[in-house]
């Protein structure tokens, strides 16, 4: 399996979709598939423009993938059209499997990736109120898994047992780890996020255990849907993309990893989830999940970074690690008393 790709690589797939070169109509341009693994191409042809994306080895499955495609093109028909609809293969299918990868060609959606430091507090409501218009497109979707429609968020629950076991010891053999490492500004970096998850870590156990215990509306959500995978252009959403972890949970889990990747101030938070809010109200009890996402969800995050880099050694220390490395610093060197204390004035 080759690692590089060009564009003699892509050209046989996209026959696949009946997409073949024919003079100059066809130009394929590689794009930046961020930390997630995943391969993309921007495709031209015959004046459409289309996104060529090719994913990593074992994610999504099969199974799984199809019924995300079912949900976009369910949200597709309820007429949120800021989604990536699937094309469909010559053989009817909605994506291909090449090499050990599955391959989706979907259409391309305009617009430039929503920036916590370059944007405004326009855009960044314009993305909540988007993602309230997905959140009430998707509740409809029948995945057809007869999956309960409350239930303690599953969100929530597997935060709960990441936090359980950090106290129970995985948390000091992160730090043994770390002060394995050669000296270095990096790790540095890493044995103060350590500190502080130590310090913070029982307060929200507790805190996402009582959450955890509380029946919530379940639904399709996103489940990754920081900034980057907001397109936005001027003041408007043009495009929500990236479905890769699309699964059945609470809306709170969606709101709690945008929100979380703004750095605003609480007030501010308030009144995007209050934008929020006027299209998909929220009940008091998703209210407070919110919060208990957000911490439980920063510690999950930062303590899965210093194991993939010290422990699995499965991400490469580029320059892009480093900086999500040093935003989690900042973060957990923030108070995070409001998620849970003001949780009801939102």
């Known amino acids: 399996m080759k690692k590089h790709l060009d564009e003699d690589d892509v050209i046989p797939l996209l026959s696949h979709w009946g997409i073949t070169p024919a003079g100059d109509s066809l130009e394929i341009r590689a794009i930046s598939g961020g930390l997630s693994g995943a391969k993309i191409w921007s495709i031209s042809h015959a004046g459409r423009q289309f996104c060529l994306r090719r994913w990593p080895p074992n994610h999504p499955a099969p199974d799984h993938l199809r019924t995300i495609h079912r949900a976009i093109k369910h949200v597709w028909q309820a007429g949120l059209r800021i989604v990536p609809i699937p094309q469909k293969t010559l053989r009817g299918d909605s994506f291909i499997t090449h090499e050990g990868h599955l391959w989706e060609l979907s259409l391309w959606l305009s617009g430039e990736p929503l ?18 218009e997905f959140h009430l497109a998707a509740n409809s979707f029948d995945s057809g898994e007869n999956k309960s429609q409350f239930g303690p968020p599953p969100g929530l629950l597997l935060r709960q047992k990441i936090l359980a076991n950090l106290l129970q010891g995985n948390l000091a053999e992160l730090s043994q780890a770390v002060q394995l490492e050669p000296p270095s500004h990096i790790r540095e970096t890493m044995a103060q996020m350590l500190r502080m998850i130590e ?67 609480p007030i501010e938070r308030q009144e995007l989830l209050k934008a929020y809010g006027k299209i998909r109200p929220l009940t008091v009890e998703e209210r407070r999940a919110v919060g208990a996402y957000l911490v439980g969800g920063l510690i999950s995050s930062a303590a899965n970074w210093v194991r993939w880099l010290v422990v699995e050694r499965s991400i490469p220390l580029a320059n892009t690690t480093q900086a999500r490395l040093a935003e989690l610093a900042r973060q957990l060197g923030q108070p995070s008393s409001w998620e849970m204390e003001d949780a009801e004035r939102f």
């Open 115 to 132: 920036s916590n430091r370059n944007s405004n507090s326009q855009q960044r409501r314009a993305a909540f109120e988007a993602l309230a």
């Open 199 to 265: 310090k913070a870590l029982p307060e929200t156990l507790a805190a996402v255990e009582k959450c955890s215990r509380v029946s919530l509306p379940l639904q399709w959500c996103l489940r990754d849907v920081h900034p980057g995978n907001i397109l936005i252009t001027g003041k408007n959403v043009t495009g929500i993309i990236d479905f890769g972890a699309t699964s059945f949970d609470s809306i709170a889990g969606d709101l709690a990893r945008l929100i979380g990747g703004f750095d605003c101030e």
